[in-house]
Nanobody, 126 residues
């Protein structure tokens, strides 16, 4: 059974940092690109960042570029999102998602994921 379990969310002041983790199990983690997707209150899904299966290539939404860093540890089957200089507009539920297809590239959309985690809430507020 595929499982994606996020952790690390919480309440942080503007300008602060958080590191999200996504523990994966039930599939060959190192064979699949992964992404983080978020959903702010009352809004639709927003793709945040993606990483290829080896971890050597990443992509970021313009809204988080330069502030967030995505990485993965294939030996630990874990995905990480380091979030710095957080802003109130980063407040959202954050989900990790497994790309449907194996391959060496990453995916920056919203439609081609076959598994999602339950999400971890990030709230940026003073």
């Amino acid at each position: 059974e595929v499982q994606l379990v996020e952790s690390g969310g919480g309440l942080v002041q503007p300008g602060g940092s958080l590191r999200l983790s996504c523990a994966a199990s039930g599939f060959t983690f190192s064979s699949y690109a992964m992404s983080w997707v978020r959903q702010a209150p009352g809004k639709g899904l927003e793709w945040v960042s993606a990483i290829n299966r080896g971890g050597g290539s990443t992509a970021y939404a313009d809204s988080v570029k330069g502030r967030f860093t995505l990485s993965r540890d294939n030996a630990k089957n874990t995905l990480y999102l380091q979030m710095n200089s957080l802003r109130p507009e980063d407040t959202a539920m954050y989900y990790c998602a497994k790309y449907r297809y194996s391959g060496s590239y990453y995916y920056t959309g919203l439609n081609e994921y076959d598994y999602w985690g339950q999400g971890t809430q990030v709230t940026v507020s003073s």
